[in-house]
């Protein structure tokens, strides 16, 4: 059978869902726990393989397309949400997800990121935080803190405020934002059972260890704790994002909007392709 043979059992489990391909992630990345949780997601809601599209940036973390049994996309650097936007807007048949990390997804990525949250199409996007461009060997990303340092390129600190992607994604408007650690699977896996079932833009910044690039990272397990209460109330989400110290977990904020849906699109996705011909 080929990597990603099409499955024709009907009841799967959360193995099912992966692949034949070995992941080459090092051993006891982050990334393993976010690959078990969204298998158990998939499982769980009884998704089909065909029915399900990964869409996935470039980094160790998007690698995650080709070890899960569905359709998948390596995008280039940067464009994983215009790329999922597009399927889902075509094919609101399909469950897309996107996924990628933090470098692809807030520095390359940043603009589209921004756009996506305020856009609203429905899609899940899993972004694997760990702080470090490691694909390229260790350099500080967006998300870095601004006294890390731990990579020869900025050896007193990159010395830039971090970026806050909850922050920034409730500003720009997305309609579901959470944290999640990847070594909770369990946790992890009930929220992206959530995020794929809300109507719209869901986000979900997953503390992902490098242990190769940021081994103290090691030490997430004592410092996340479950804290957020989710809220639809703009006071109260901002306040728990005042009072977050970067570990808190859980569903931030659901507030339902109409998803995007472009007008051409309505009932035949024939016809969103054909409105974008240039005649
Ligand atoms: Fe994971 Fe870091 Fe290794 Fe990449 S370099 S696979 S992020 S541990």
């Known amino acids: 059978m080929s990597a990603n043979a099409p499955i024709t059992m009907s009841v799967l489990s959360a193995r099912d ?23 158990k997601a998939l499982a769980a809601l009884k998704l089909a393989p065909e029915q399900v599209a990964l869409i996935a940036g470039i980094g160790c973390s998007s690698r995650i397309a080709a070890y899960t049994r569905v359709y998948g996309f390596h995008g280039v650097h940067g464009r994983v949400l215009p790329l999922a936007t597009g ?47 490691g694909m390229t060997k260790g350099q500080a990303s967006p998300t870095t803190e601004c006294d890390w340092t731990g990579s020869e390129l900025t050896p007193e600190g990159p010395h830039q405020a971090p970026f806050k992607p909850l922050e920034i994604a409730l500003a720009a408007g997305a309609p579901f934002i959470a944290r999640a650690f990847a070594n909770d699977p369990n946790g992890l896996a009930r929220l992206i059972c959530e995020a794929i079932e809300f109507p719209g833009f869901a986000m979900i910044q997953i503390l992902s260890p ?52 472009p007008h051409a699109a309505d009932g035949d996705p024939a016809s969103l392709i054909n409105s974008f011909r240039v005649e």
């Open 17 to 39: 869902y992966k692949s034949d391909y070995k992941p080459v992630w090092c051993p006891g990345c982050g990334d393993f726990g976010v690959l078990n949780a969204l298998t």
């Open 87 to 133: 399927l889902a807007v075509a094919r609101p048949d399909l469950t897309v997800l996107a996924a990628g990390g933090d470098g692809d997804g807030f520095s390359i990525g940043g603009n589209h990121f921004i756009h996506a949250c305020r856009r609203n199409a429905n899609l899940t996007y899993l972004v694997m935080d760990n702080a470090v461009y």
């Open 210 to 261: 490098c242990i190769t690039y940021r081994p103290e990272q090691m030490g997430y397990k004592k410092r996340v704790h479950e804290d957020f209460q989710p809220t639809d109330r703009l006071d109260q989400a901002w306040q728990a994002l005042v009072a977050d110290d970067g570990f808190t977990t859980g569903l931030l904020w659901r507030a339902e909007r109409p998803a995007y849906r």
